[in-house]
């Protein structure tokens, strides 16, 4: 049952990936781009982490799965700010 | 359930493939860098399979490595690479 | 001249800060029994190295575990709406970028909500200026001023602010299009 539950959760999770990567080679530009990597990615990532915790061995290996999510996280949405802010400061326009 | 890792594993790496053509097409620094965002992140969902897969927990460790690396590259290009300007406002928040 | 010379707080965020670098010692070395006397240095450096750099901050663990749940619904949701704007043929999305008013002030709580609003459904922190977050929304059609103000008040209720004005003034919006 758990196995099942953790495939399904990997599954979704390397969906979100492939989502993320489909907005990143087809939205106009580079703001909604960065909606689509930040948001599909750390979703897929999320779930990925939850699959793998659930098949964990020990309570410290999920406490690393989760930080490793945590600093993703945080990585990816500040460098989502500062890539927008960095094309917004350049004066890149939005698509509209 | 080791094939079934690798399968995963395989298909980010394509997924991660498909992300270079971003940096080929530009077409603006950002977009260059949107695609060092995407190899961060799925780097690090790769070696959590390969972990997985293998049997090889020091994989974990590597993705704990890459995610704070991740972090510090873009935080270094976007401050001293890309934006930095004479005469800018300091940042506030 | 005050005779205490440990405030409740610091010693309330020393205890804090011991037990978490001891459970991210425990974390990184699965467990850490391997080598419990160097575990024990590096734990105790840390704690006085994260002292002496930040200060302690009034935080709510009400207000964080409140946070918790919302979060990760809120991050589903952004990333569900994303994908399946990603995969339809269009893609359907109308962009726009709109400026909030914040009430938060400058500092921790102000970032935190910058980069939290980066993962909520259809928003990115394009840049601050003058108290303002400019932001960029994937779908004008949705009421993105309703959310941010909720965002606004849960992030507040974690470090314990008091939002000075009321979330929707009468005849004047908090949010309003990029001109």
């Given at each position: 049952?758990?196995d099942?539950i953790?495939?399904?959760l990997?599954?979704g ?13 087809r939205?106009?530009?580079?703001y909604?781009?960065l909606?689509?990597?930040t948001?599909?990615?750390?979703l897929g990532?999320?779930?990925l982490v ?9 309570w ?9 999510w945590l600093?993703?996280?945080v ?18 326009p939005?698509?509209? | ?5 690798l399968?995963?594993?395989?298909l ?8 270079l053509?971003r ?12 695609a ?12 959590l399979l ?5 049997d090889q927990a020091?994989?974990?460790?590597v ?10 590259t873009?935080?270094?290009f ?8 004479p005469g ?6 | 001249?005050?005779?205490?010379i ?13 037990t978490?670098f001891?459970l991210?010692?425990g ?5 850490g029994?391997?080598?419990?006397a ?10 006085a190295?994260?002292l ?6 009034p935080w709510?663990l009400?207000?964080l ?5 919302f979060?990760l ?38 970032a935190?909500m ?5 993962l909520l459904?259809g ?16 779908d ?9 103000a909720?965002?606004?008040d849960?992030i ?24």
């Amino acid at each position: 049952m758990a196995d099942l539950i953790s495939a399904f959760l990997l599954l979704g999770g390397v969906a979100f990936f492939l989502a993320g990567t489909l907005g990143l080679l087809r939205f106009p530009d580079v703001y909604s781009r960065l909606h689509a990597l930040t948001k599909a990615d750390n979703l897929g990532l999320g779930l990925l982490v939850a699959g793998l915790a659930i098949r964990s061995e020990s309570w410290f290996a999920v406490g690393k799965l989760v930080l490793i999510w945590l600093l993703v996280l945080v990585a990816s949405s500040f460098a989502c700010h500062l890539v927008a802010r960095a094309a917004w400061r350049r004066g890149i326009p939005p698509w509209t | 359930m080791t094939p079934f890792y690798l399968a995963l594993a395989l298909l980010l790496l394509l997924s991660l493939t498909a992300g270079l053509w971003r940096i080929l097409r530009g077409p603006t620094p950002a977009d260059r860098m949107l695609a060092a965002q995407l190899f961060g992140t799925t780097a690090v969902a790769v070696l959590l399979l390969l972990a997985e897969a293998t049997d090889q927990a020091a994989a974990r460790d590597v993705a704990l490595v890459f995610a704070l690396l991740a972090a510090v590259t873009m935080v270094a290009f976007v401050r001293r690479g890309w934006t930095a300007r004479p005469g800018e406002p300091p940042d506030d928040g | 001249m005050s005779r205490r010379i440990v405030s409740f707080p610091t010693l309330r965020s020393l205890a804090l800060r011991l037990t978490l670098f001891a459970l991210l010692w425990g974390v990184l070395t699965d467990g850490g029994v391997d080598a419990p006397a160097f575990g024990s240095v590096i734990i105790l450096t840390a704690t006085a190295l994260s002292l002496a750099l930040s200060r302690p901050t009034p935080w709510s663990l009400i207000g964080l575990l409140r946070f918790v749940p919302f979060f990760l619904w809120q991050s589903l949701r952004g990333g569900l709406d994303v994908a399946w704007r990603a995969f339809l043929p269009g893609p359907p999305i109308a962009p726009v970028v709109l400026t909030y008013r914040l009430r938060l002030p400058p500092g921790r709580a102000r970032a935190f909500m910058v980069a939290v609003n980066n993962l909520l459904p259809g928003t990115l922190s394009a840049e601050i200026s003058r108290n303002c977050l400019m932001v960029h929304v994937l779908d004008q059609r949705r009421s993105t001023g309703k959310a941010l103000a909720a965002l606004e008040d849960r992030i507040a209720a974690i470090f314990q602010i008091k939002l000075t004005s009321a979330a929707t003034a009468p005849g004047q919006s908090r949010i309003h299009a990029e001109a």
